[in-house]
């Protein structure tokens, strides 16, 4: 299984990225996706969840409403579209698969499989 994080870069506040994540060796219909991030200093963070019983995504609280998951499943790639973007927004992003629980969906450990991650920085 390997995954491919793309779309990183450099936005001004306010500004928009969309992240791509393409997975080959396991479908998307098959496995939990989730987007984390990890900012310099701070632990990795669950930012969206998308399982593979097709439940409501999640989205931890402070992406409400600005992130935006989506699924190209012939392409076997996952986007998070990531709109009017903070300073608290800058770190690097990972995409994981796996099979966690539901309990546990937002522990970074029960996820088997990352991608390399992708550098998302918000300046002006």
């Known amino acids: 299984v390997q995954l491919q994080a793309s779309g990183g870069g450099l936005v001004h506040p306010g500004g928009s990225l969309t992240l791509s994540c393409a997975i080959s060796?396991?479908?998307?219909?098959?496995?939990?996706v989730a987007w984390f991030r990890q900012a310099p200093g701070k632990e990795r963070e669950a930012v969206s969840i998308?399982?593979?019983?097709?439940?409501?995504?999640y989205y931890t609280d402070s992406v409400k409403g600005r992130f935006t998951v989506s699924r190209d499943n012939p392409k076997n790639t996952v986007y998070l579209q990531m709109n009017d973007l903070k300073r608290d927004d800058a770190a690097v992003y990972y995409c994981?698969?796996?099979?966690?629980?539901?309990?546990?969906?937002?522990?970074?450990?029960?996820?088997?499989?990352w991608g390399q991650g992708t550098l998302v920085t918000v300046s002006s």
């Open positions: 998308t399982r593979s019983s097709g439940a409501r995504t």
């Open positions: 994981a698969a796996g099979f966690p629980i539901l309990s546990a969906q937002r522990d970074s450990q029960n996820y088997r499989y």
């Open positions: 060796g396991v479908t998307l219909r098959s496995t939990t």
